[in-house]
């Protein structure tokens, strides 16, 4: 690539001088401005930008001494090399006190033209050089920003990380007990008549179940171990059917709005999740919008960049589809927005919220694939952009779940394996209260004898994952290679195992996650059955 010609100002007062100067450079290749004193000097060099300016010492108007002044306060135009013009002996002292204010050197006339020249090549080439380095500086500054950018969301991740295997820890434990506290008093409320003066007080046990089992849900989906039932879906279905639940739960007072791409992509992930991450997001947007305001769903296609993936950790390029909620709420500050998906962390007064609800998204979207990031300032709102990969699938079919009111009885044999005597107990009440028969088990090998002792068909394994000796899914293998007719269901309230790769369930494996009702246990075994059966 050619260099273009580097560009000179000429100041003098003199035409005659001037106008040889100029010849001068243009002959050597210079592009040549001219400029009479140091006051138009200025202005030229401010429009023009030259590399180099060559201006005599005394002037009229603005000497030369008083324009190199001018030039290094200036922060625009400070870096330009000045070349003063002096007089023989008359000007000499001139010339050190320009050299003084800021000149880079100087020159007698009437000059030699090869010196004027070789002069100002040199100023002209360690401007260059000086340039370079000032732009290598730059690029130095902006890698280093960028590096430390990239620094600060790697440890955030890693940070998200550990607590994530911490609170999937603590949520792993609960679920057995939770598992038998719902089971039972949801048990007891179903026999219980409706003016029995014990039903309040079961009643209550019944909620504090159900609210402890959502708080462990959602510390199982921040660390991103929670049971995904993955579909292929268009996003643009689920948000319409929605918006007249979402308008009531927001009010009044604030105004929902949907921008959807006409022709979006689908994704795969649990739908019903994504209503969860949805719900969650305009929530917040709610309570952050006291006064009312603007709240705003979007989704687009996108394509993500290397230029993206660099400043994003874990992104890789490629095309995504953009599920975006906005809203002109109060914004976040730096620092809340460095900690918003930590469980527990939130700002809302202590009745007001738990601090799990974007933990909750954050764990659901990355365990989908995605990555999400959240821009806000204060006084301007904020939004939250998940990115979701898009897929060549075509959609499947939403169909609606089953009700309790649709549970008919059975009567097949279960094989119940469950190590926890207390779930194990729940579980055959269940199941014979449904009008199974049932055989139970305490681990794999008792099952197995159990299995050979049988003398009619097991229609159905339920087993745990996780137990000692042998797992659920080792077990189920060796069964149904004996008894290609026996139909496999897994439970468990911990889902890093072997049935579930990186969170997400294998095509076809069965499963309810701990803790269950006495309804989703039979809901789930029914259909279980009933699919197999058909198929």
Request: hydrophobic share 40%.
């Amino acid at each position: 690539m050619t260099k273009s010609p580097p560009q000179v100002l000429i100041v003098n007062d003199v035409p005659d001088q001037l106008r040889l100067m100029s010849v001068i450079m243009q002959q050597a290749g210079y592009t040549v401005w001219e400029a009479t004193n140091g006051i138009e000097a200025f202005e030229v060099a401010r429009r023009l930008k030259p590399m180099v300016i060559i201006s005599d010492v005394c002037m009229p108007r603005a000497s030369g001494i008083e324009l190199t002044r001018r030039l290094r306060a200036s922060e625009e135009l400070g870096d330009i090399p000045v070349l003063l013009v002096s007089a023989i002996r008359r000007e000499e002292e001139d010339a050190i006190e320009g050299l003084l204010a800021g000149a880079d050197d100087y020159i007698e006339t009437p000059c030699d033209p090869m010196r004027l020249v070789a002069k100002v090549a040199r100023l002209v080439e360690r401007g260059r050089t000086e340039e370079a380095l000032k732009s290598s500086e730059q690029e130095k500054a902006k890698a280093l920003d960028a590096l430390r950018q990239s620094e600060e969301q790697l440890l955030q991740s890693q940070r998200l990380e550990a607590v994530g295997q911490l609170a999937g820890g603590i949520a792993h434990d609960f679920n057995n007990l939770l598992t038998v506290i719902t089971g039972y008093s949801g048990m007891e409320l179903k026999a219980m008549a409706a003016d029995d003066p014990s039903r309040p007080r079961i009643q209550e046990i019944s909620n504090a179940a159900d609210r402890a089992a959502s708080l462990t849900r959602q510390l199982l989906a921040f660390s991103r171990k929670q049971v995904l039932q993955p579909k292929v879906f268009d996003l643009n279905s689920v948000v319409p059917e929605m918006e007249k639940m979402l308008k009531r739960m927001i009010g009044e007072n604030i105004k929902l709005s949907t921008t959807l791409e006409p022709n979006l992509g689908n994704v795969k992930a649990d739908p019903g999740q994504m209503e969860q991450v949805i719900m969650n997001l305009v929530v917040n947007s709610r309570d952050a919008m006291p006064s009312g305001g603007q709240l705003t769903i979007e989704t687009a296609n996108v394509h993500l960049d290397e230029a993206f993936a660099r400043n994003h950790v874990a992104v890789v390029p490629g095309d995504y589809v953009l599920l975006a909620v906005s809203d002109t709420g109060t914004g976040m500050d730096e620092e809340t927005q460095r900690h918003v998906f930590e469980p527990f962390f939130t700002t809302k007064a202590v009745d007001k919220g738990t601090g799990l609800g974007m933990s909750t998204v954050y764990g659901i979207v990355k365990q989908s694939g995605g990555s999400i990031w959240v821009y806000s300032k204060i006084g301007e709102g904020t939004t939250v952009k998940i990115y979701l990969p898009r897929v060549s699938e075509r959609a499947e079919e939403l169909k609606p779940a089953l009700t309790a009111e649709d549970i008919p009885q059975g009567t097949e044999t279960i094989l119940l394996v469950e190590d926890a005597r207390m779930v194990r107990n729940l579980a055959i009440e269940i199941l014979m209260g449904n009008g199974y028969q049932v055989l139970e088990a305490t681990n794999g090998r008792e099952a197995l004898r159990v299995s050979e002792q049988s003398q009619g068909p097991i229609h159905l394994l339920l087993t745990d994952v996780v137990m000692p000796g042998m797992s659920g899914r080792e077990l189920a293998n060796r069964l149904v290679a004996l008894h290609p007719e026996m139909r496999v269901l897994y439970m468990s309230g911990y889902t890093e195992d072997t049935i579930v790769h990186h969170g997400v369930l294998e095509e076809g494996i069965n499963f309810i996650p701990k803790p269950f009702s006495p309804d989703a246990l039979a809901l789930k075994v029914r259909e279980v059955i009933d699919a197999d059966l058909s198929g």
